[in-house]
């Protein structure tokens, strides 16, 4: 990726009448668009944006108004969901509503025999998305291969604080996308482009008026991959801040570095002035907190009584907007009211404890260069103990105090504070994802194998696992990790769920048919490590690989053999290593004749979590070989 940073000049005598945003050409389709066929830059996308552009203006009363105009092209029936459209909004404080909505669908391939429906106002509803947002919907009706589907609407907002970065990139590849903003008068606006060096951007600025324009033309679609970052760290985007403002009596800068974006932050309503607030209720508490000796077991205990008294609304906010006295009297909030509490009553505590400003990887990597607040989604605690920071997330209810959240590893965070803040990487590479798992089995004369499995869960692992037992319950979590490929479970067990300096264990029986004829059976050697597909066998990438954090994974399995079979062949036993020795895979298969039994061993380590793209035809070639030993059998011949 390329970024390009641009600054928009200062706007003083910008008009303050909004111009009427009909968009001329909307339902005038050309011939060319009708008679295609498969898009010429992306030949297997189910449909193609052929148009999507958006007008951001201001009123009179300085509201922002972004008039927004879409246009889809249907290439196959897989493409049919393009018809089913949301539209979020921001109703909280009735700060944000979508009105002027018009959608059409056109059919047919020539100009002059074309039928066109429109949708009418009963085929649009609104709802509530959840406490903050609101969504319209509406469902295209009569698509069919070839059909062009297009909507165009206005989202009206009481402020430029609303203001959305604009991405040209989508998972559909897009013919034309293109965008123009007027910055309200005496205001100046920063923008950064980020796109791949091969595609070309248009980006022009009027001083006058105040509108910078922005276009981008045919761009690949962008589809989620195994073990990516962010999407939108690869989407071609231009990203916006306001960096200064004009009083009358001269320009005042806006968060232009790091020191001042901390600076503002500590001043505002809805993040600075909550550090500090008295949390109701809690004073008996941290008074017994204080009398603990340890610093460590202080920590735990504050994070486990925020836990145990506090919801996550699932929504991820860098502020309390709604302040953090009532959230708390709620039991309710977002990751940014909780992790705010958390703070407090941390520092009740007398511990060092500190806000920190996190982006996690699935929302998108920080250019530290760069100072936008908006690059960060969430808020958690970080707390200072012998020098070692500890960073805690109260609406995460499965990783204990000393874990890092797996979510903010290999990730870059801003610690908020006057004197000890400052951007930090945040790392941790003592603790890692760790399983061992056993086996002993046995197969009988009709080639039903058998068995009792021990499973013991480390670290991330162990945070894993519970998670999903937790949320998915027992049935749905024995089925997707175990109960599948023809194997049955029964008296499965789930040890220390709630000792988390524990391992977590799992104990349970299963059974299974193996295939093969009258003379011969295939016993796998790979059962139950996690390793069932091959996430890497795309010829290409567009995205780094990140694993988010180290992983041992060793397999210990013995199967008792019954008088009537004997070996046929065994696989070979195997050491592979990458050219930097950051990934080891072995195996080894031995057989007892003496006890007619064989004997199992796998070893998966990966001493590194994070590769780039440049790297992928390494790790590639590695899993190709890798999945290729896991699938040769032991292969049992009758006597």
């Known amino acids: 990726m390329k970024n390009i940073l641009f600054l928009i000049l200062l706007v003083l005598m910008a008009p303050f009448a909004v111009q009427a945003q009909e968009f001329p050409d909307f339902g005038n389709v050309s011939a060319e668009e009708l008679q295609l066929k498969e898009c010429a830059f992306d030949k297997d996308a189910n449909a193609v944006v052929l148009l999507d552009e958006a007008i951001s203006d201001h009123d009179d009363e300085r509201h922002l108004l972004t008039y927004h105009h879409v246009r889809i092209k249907i290439l196959k029936e897989k ?17 944000e509503f979508i009105d002027r909505l ?7 391939n020539d100009p002059a025999n074309i039928t066109t429906q429109k949708l009418s106002k009963k085929d649009f509803y609104t709802r509530d998305f959840n406490d903050r947002l609101g969504v319209v919907t509406f469902t295209f009706p009569n698509i069919k291969v070839g059909s062009i589907i297009e909507y165009k609407y206005r989202s009206f907002m009481k402020h430029y604080g609303g203001l959305q970065d604009w991405y ?21 606006f920063s923008y950064r482009i980020s796109k791949r060096e091969d595609l070309a951007v248009i980006a022009k600025t009027d001083k006058e008026s105040g509108k910078v324009y922005f276009e981008m033309n045919n761009i690949p679609g962008l589809t989620d991959e195994p073990y990516m970052d962010a999407r939108k760290d690869y989407i071609q985007k231009v990203d916006f801040q306001l960096s200064g403002y004009n009083t009358g009596f001269g320009k005042t800068n806006y968060m232009t570095s790091w020191d001042e974006v901390i600076r503002e932050l500590l001043t505002t309503k809805e993040f600075g002035v909550q550090l500090g607030k008295n949390i109701p209720g809690t004073g008996s508490f941290t008074d017994e907190v204080k009398k603990l000796t340890a610093e460590e077991d202080k920590m735990k205990a504050v994070y486990k009584y925020v836990r145990s008294n506090m919801s996550w609304n699932n929504i991820h906010s860098r502020n309390a907007y709604d302040g953090v006295k009532d959230p708390w009297e709620k039991k309710k909030g977002t990751s940014g009211e909780i992790n705010l509490i958390l703070v407090n009553l941390l520092k009740d505590a007398d511990l060092e404890a500190y806000p920190v400003l996190v982006s996690e990887r699935s929302y998108g990597k920080v250019n530290a260069q760069v100072p936008f607040v908006d690059q960060f989604n969430s808020t958690v605690a970080c707390v200072v103990i ?10 995460d209810t499965y990783t204990p105090a000393h874990i890092t959240p797996n979510g903010i590893l290999n990730t870059t965070a801003l610690i908020v504070h006057k004197k000890n803040g400052g951007l930090v990487s945040i790392t941790n590479d003592s603790l890692q994802y760790s399983d061992y798992i056993s086996a002993q089995m046995q197969l ?12 013991k869960s480390e670290g991330y692992s162990r945070i894993k ?12 979590y024995v ?14 067990e789930f040890l220390n769920q709630d000792n988390d300096s524990l391992p977590a264990e799992q104990n349970f029986k299963f059974n299974t048919n193996l295939t093969g004829g009258d003379q011969y059976l295939y016993l796998p050697v790979n059962m139950f490590s996690g390793f069932e597909n091959n996430p890497f066998t795309r010829a290409s990438r567009f995205s780094n690989i990140n694993f988010g954090y180290k992983r041992t994974i060793s397999t210990f399995a013995t199967v008792t053999l019954p008088a009537n079979y004997t070996i046929d062949a065994l696989p070979k036993n195997i050491r592979m290593t990458t050219p930097d020795k950051d990934i080891v895979f072995s195996k080894s298969v031995t057989y007892d004749k003496e006890n007619n039994s064989v004997t199992c061993m796998l070893m998966f380590d990966f001493k590194k979590s994070l590769y780039t793209v440049d790297e992928y035809p390494v790790l590639m070639e590695v899993y190709k070989k890798m999945f290729d030993y896991l699938k040769e059998p032991v292969v049992l011949k009758k006597k």
Do not use: C, M, W
Not at 79 to 95: M, P, T, W
Not at 102 to 108: F, K, L, Q
Not at 444 to 455: A, F, K, N, P, R
Not at 484 to 492: C, E, H, I, P, Y
């Open 465 to 476: 696992r519970l998670s999903a037992f937790k949320k998915e319950g027992q049935e749905k």
């Open 479 to 492: 089925n997707f990790f175990y109960q599948k490929n023809g194997v049955t479970v029964k008296d499965f």
């Open 79 to 95: 493409g049919f969901d393009e018809a089913n459209v949301s539209l979020h909004f921001y109703r909280k404080d009735d700060f």
């Open 168 to 188: 040209f990139q989508q998972e559909l590849p897009t013919v034309k996308s293109k965008y123009t903003l007027t910055v309200l008068p005496n205001l100046e």
């Open 386 to 395: 012998k020098g070692k920071k500890y960073y805690l997330d109260a609406t």
């Open 102 to 108: 018009e959608a059409v669908v056109i059919n047919g």
């Open 444 to 455: 009988d004369t009709s080639g039903v194998l058998s068995g009792e499995v021990y499973i």
